[in-house]
């Protein structure tokens, strides 16, 4: 079966400082990758994705992420932090080919950003 | 459309009533998921559909719970005798059969039993 760790329900940093939120997976084969952002009372916005090719993703609102397939991870980085970057981050996966191609989720980080 | 639309957008019934739930998906996306995100919760998957197959329902958490979708069209989601806890948002998202470009979500339905 397929899963998704998000270890930190929260992650706080500063702005213009640099932000890390982490996501670990677990999956048959190779993954399909993706990072959303769900704002207060709204649907989940896509930010990026990995599905081949190099293992830096670069995203919307300057987001990027960072395949690492040794290490089962794809963090979600950003070099300056913006207080409206303040919101709720998913990671998902899938695999790549066979089993499901139910997308599984994370339980969600939320990212707070102080002035 | 443009993007994946959700009805009602809120939604307050009493306890044992009958609610249904309506998603939109983006025109020529043969792939429709519901999910269930409860309050601080992550999303909950409840049932993809996938062009005309048989749609794959495993995570439907009772058989007060049931879904249809005709073709590659609107989809429906029932809760039949609702109960507290199905306070939720109901999501809804579609995706190519691809998914080269991820998954697109709706504004979710709030469903909340009284």
């Known amino acids: 079966a397929q899963s998704v760790a998000q270890p930190e329900d929260q992650v706080n940093v500063a702005e213009g400082n640099p932000l890390t939120v982490k996501c670990t997976y677990s999956?048959?084969?190779?993954?399909?990758l993706f990072w959303y952002v769900q704002y207060p009372n709204r649907g989940l916005q896509f930010l990026l994705k990995?599905?081949?090719?190099?293992?830096l993703v670069k995203g919307s609102y300057g987001f990027e992420a960072e395949f690492n397939k040794s290490q089962t991870s794809f963090h979600l980085k950003k070099p300056s932090a913006l207080v409206s970057d303040s919101a709720l981050y998913f990671c998902?996966?899938?695999?790549?080919?066979?089993?499901?191609?139910?997308?599984?989720f994370g339980r969600g980080t939320s990212l707070i950003v102080h002035p | 459309g443009a993007g994946v639309s959700q009805s009602p957008s809120n939604k307050v019934t009493e306890k044992g009533k009958d609610v249904e739930l309506r998603c939109d998906p983006i025109?020529?996306?043969?792939?429709l998921y519901w999910y269930r995100q409860r309050l601080g919760q992550g999303l909950e998957f409840l049932i993809y559909?996938?062009?005309?197959?048989?749609?794959?329902k495993s995570g439907l958490p009772s058989d007060r719970f049931s879904a249809e979708r005709t073709g590659e069209s609107v989809s429906t989601l029932t809760i039949q005798r609702t109960q507290q806890e199905d306070s939720a948002v109901y999501l809804c998202?579609?995706?190519?059969?691809?998914?080269?470009?991820?998954?697109?979500f709706g504004s979710g339905t709030r469903l909340t039993v009284v």
């Open positions: 998202a579609s995706s190519s059969f691809r998914v080269d470009y991820g998954y697109t």
């Open positions: 999956v048959s084969g190779n993954p399909y």
């Open positions: 990995y599905i081949t090719g190099d293992n």
């Open positions: 998902a996966v899938r695999p790549a080919s066979g089993g499901s191609y139910i997308p599984t």
């Open positions: 025109s020529g996306h043969t792939a």
């Open positions: 559909f996938q062009g005309n197959s048989a749609p794959d």
